[in-house]
């Protein structure tokens, strides 16, 4: 939702006394460095915390957040954890990382009162879940990295890494560097199959009202320098589509199944897209297809 507020005039924030405004908060996906000085500038005037929360539904309550007025925030940060949350990062051996200044699987190494504790009718599936990537840990399924003075950043789904060429990729930081383009509201990246690489890097790219009008193959060459110089040639898109909007949930995620799949050129069985926020977009996506 802040980056699509982003992408539009300042006059829709500018018009409003935003004064009573004592803290703003951030939820549900990984909130990039572009829109985190956006809505702290713009909407917090610089003075109220911006609380960016990392918690799950299956969680029961937020688990690691600025608590506002005391923990000093960074960008795109969700900080320490609340009293009483173990966060633990986990490596591919499933050693616990420590230390500062490493990144890992998120898991939580001791029950909290409010976390789920099974789901309906399939206790099994529960364990299988959450407990058996990380046998006595409960695995979050998002990565995370720790920083100089222990603090989190929610890096985005495990399962939204790519292999390209024999190197892992995370989307999140690619994701970043786009949105760094100042023609650039918002964008998501998927993998697609590629015989040469075995998977090769598709970005579906929202432009702000500025970008609109702008060469498009000038854009993706723009776009794809910014991703060789912030992250490395290796990471450089082979496909760019420019759309209007990208498919997500009433609570704001992007439904990235459904672009691997458009991406793929797979436009079967994309499940009941009833339920999205904007579910004719799907239909748009697919037919602008590259």
């Known amino acids: 939702a802040i980056r699509a507020l982003a992408k539009e005039n300042l006059d829709y ?29 713009h909407v917090g005037g610089k003075r109220c915390p911006l609380v960016d929360t990392w918690w799950q539904t299956e969680t029961g309550g937020i688990m690691i957040s600025p608590i506002p ?4 925030t960074k960008p795109t940060y969700a900080s320490l954890p609340l009293p009483g949350i173990q966060p633990v990062l986990m490596d591919e051996l499933r050693n616990e990382i420590e230390g500062n200044q490493v990144t890992g699987s998120l898991c939580i190494k001791f029950p909290w009162p409010s976390m789920a504790r099974t789901i309906w009718g399939d206790h099994q599936r529960y364990k299988d879940t959450y407990f058996s990537t990380f046998p006595g840990k409960y695995f979050t399924g998002d990565g995370a990295l720790r920083d100089e003075v222990g603090y989190y950043r929610i890096t985005g789904r495990v399962d939204d890494v790519i292999i390209v060429s024999g190197h892992n990729l995370g989307t999140a930081p690619i994701e970043d560097a786009i949105n760094e383009h100042p023609a650039v509201a ?22 702000k009202e500025t970008g609109e009008t702008r060469n498009q193959d000038n854009l993706r060459k723009e776009i794809n320098q910014l991703i060789s110089n912030q992250v490395g040639p290796i990471a450089k898109l082979d496909k760019i589509q420019f759309v209007s909007g990208l498919p997500k949930t009433r609570s704001g995620k992007i439904m990235r199944r459904i672009l691997r799949k458009i991406a793929e050129g797979d436009f079967s069985n994309f499940g009941d897209i009833s339920t999205l926020l904007n579910p004719e977009i799907v239909e748009e996506i697919k037919n602008e297809k590259l």
């Open 69 to 72: 007025f005391v923990t000093p």
């Open 13 to 41: 924030v500018q018009k409003f006394p935003l004064s009573s405004l004592k803290v703003i908060g951030s939820v549900g996906e990984p909130i990039n460095e572009e829109a985190w000085h956006w809505y702290n500038d």
């Open 186 to 207: 918002e964008s998501a990246i998927v993998g697609f199959p590629h015989d040469i690489k075995g998977n090769a890097l598709y970005g579906f790219v929202i432009l």
